[in-house]
């Protein structure tokens, strides 16, 4: 079945970097955009960034624009979120989501990132 | 911030019928860009629940339907079970300077 699992997450002090990964199955993940969502305790869904199939465009949101990078590797199937500069205000759990014109289905189950000294 | 305003939170009585806005502007819903709606049941991931603004994935039950008109759009839920009992989100494109893709807040369903 088409699955989503991301890894990576756990706690950082301010300043420091964290790479996400996102293994994907159970669907062809090189003709398929892919995103970044994030969702911080107790509040709602934000956007964080973008990636075509190839990967030869990337969108990010402002507040993560020059800090994050997204990145895929095809030949692994796998989505990637490179988060350098981190900030007390990414602590968030991060997903990741297959884009289609369809909406963005499925999600992963999430990974917690804090950020804390 | 979302440029997508949901009221934060509704409830109805089981069997009972309930709504949600979702209220937008010219540079997202507007312009003419889809509006999908999601579930996130507590403690899980977001789940699409409504696709292209009033389409349905397989398995999602007909108590759920979704309609657009002009800068809002609207999530309904008919026959309200205990198991709706979750969040749910609309979401666009957007196409102002921003931010590309954008959620609502947010919004609670609770049934009494």
Redesign the interface.
């Given at each position: 079945q088409v699955q989503l699992v991301e890894s990576g997450g756990g706690v950082v002090q301010p300043g420091g970097s964290l790479r996400l990964s996102c293994a994907a199955s159970g669907f062809t993940f090189s003709s398929y955009g892919m995103?970044w969502?994030r969702q911080a305790p107790g509040k709602?869904?934000?956007?964080v960034a973008?990636i075509r199939y190839d990967g030869s465009n990337k969108?990010y949101?402002?507040s993560v624009k020059g800090r994050f990078t997204i990145s895929r590797d095809n030949s692994k199937n796998t989505l990637y979120l490179q988060m350098n500069s981190l900030r007390a205000e990414d602590t968030a759990v991060y997903?990741c989501?297959k884009s289609?014109?369809?909406?963005?289905?499925?999600?992963?189950?999430?990974t917690l990132v804090t950020v804390s000294s | 911030q979302s440029v997508l305003t949901q009221p934060p939170s509704v409830s109805g009585a089981p069997g009972q019928r309930v709504t949600i806005s979702c209220t937008g502007s010219s540079s997202n819903i507007g312009a003419g860009y889809d509006v999908h709606w999601y579930q996130q049941l507590p403690g899980t991931a977001p789940k699409l629940l409504i696709y292209g603004n009033s389409n349905r994935p397989s398995g999602v039950p007909d108590r759920f339907s979704g309609s657009k008109s002009g800068t809002s759009a609207s999530l309904a839920i008919t026959g309200l079970q205990a198991e709706d009992e979750a969040d749910y989100y609309c979401q666009s494109y957007d196409s102002s300077l921003s931010g590309l893709y954008v959620f609502g807040t947010g919004t609670k369903v609770t049934v009494l």
């Open positions: 995103h969502v709602g869904l934000e956007w973008f969108y949101a402002d997903y989501a289609d014109y369809g909406g963005w289905s499925p999600w992963g189950q999430g | -």
